[in-house]
């Protein structure tokens, strides 16, 4: 079976534009979250969804969105990025939310110029 | 708020020497669970082994095993007989009973480098 995918791989914007990352779960899993980690961190989670509804929220400011779509797959959104925002930012899936175990994807780095 | 401290942020090793990672975290629930993490160059975040609080038996995945303290707050790391490609970032995660509503909680890592 498949894991957890992420695309795009990398990508490269400019300070005030907005990203989108995207993530499909591993098949037959119903939560998604999603991670930031900067260089020479641990990840810090940013949001959880279940069944299309946010489940949990991390300490990021409004500019973070996300979403779930009927398939499970999932977007996170930032807006007006700030150089701050430049990190590798992990997907992972779960069967279900509280106490399943998380599979993490392949990460999308993205870079604010 | 829960929080993870992983107090070695290197460690080096000969190939098939046997090596601890420490992790120790605070928290005032009594249901929870741990996880190790490996992260290789490649970046894939790859869990390595989970326990649950409320079992007193440590668990074990093959070459690696845990010792839980709960009384202590601590979780760490056996890798038995090393080899090159546990070379990697570990980390150590907590999720709360709640689970989705805080996410896992990492410590800052270690970096653990196996040596021929």
């Known amino acids: 079976d498949a894991g957890v995918t992420q695309s795009p791989t990398h990508l490269i914007k400019t300070r005030g534009q907005q990203v989108t990352l995207r993530c499909s779960p591993i098949?037959?899993?119903?939560?998604v979250s999603w991670y930031q980690q900067v260089l020479g961190q641990g990840p810090q989670f940013i949001f959880q969804y279940y069944e299309k509804e946010e489940r949990g929220r991390g300490n990021f400011p409004d500019r973070f969105s996300a979403r779930q779509f009927p398939n499970y797959s999932s977007e996170l959104n930032v807006n007006a990025l700030l150089l701050g925002d430049s990190a590798l930012y992990l997907c992972a899936s779960s069967f279900r939310t509280s106490t399943d175990t998380q599979y993490f994807g392949p990460g999308t780095r993205l870079t604010v110029l | 708020a829960q929080t993870v401290t992983q107090s070695q942020p290197e460690m080096s090793v000969q190939e098939a020497e046997t090596v601890t990672l420490s992790c120790t975290y605070d928290t005032s629930e009594s249901n929870y669970y741990l996880f190790w993490y490996k992260q290789p160059p490649s970046r894939q975040m790859i869990l390595v082994i989970r326990?649950?609080?409320?079992?007193?038996q440590n668990a074990t995945e093959n070459r690696f095993s845990v010792n839980f303290q709960k009384a202590a707050k601590s979780f760490s790391l056996k890798i038995s007989d090393s080899q090159l490609g546990d070379t990697a970032m570990y980390f150590c995660?907590?999720?709360?009973?709640?689970?989705?509503?805080?996410?896992?909680?990492f410590g800052k890592g270690t970096h653990l480098i196996i040596q021929p």
């Open positions: 098949s037959g899993h119903k939560s």
């Open positions: 995660a907590f999720l709360p009973p709640g689970g989705g509503a805080d996410g896992l909680t």
């Open positions: 326990q649950e609080a409320y079992k007193q």
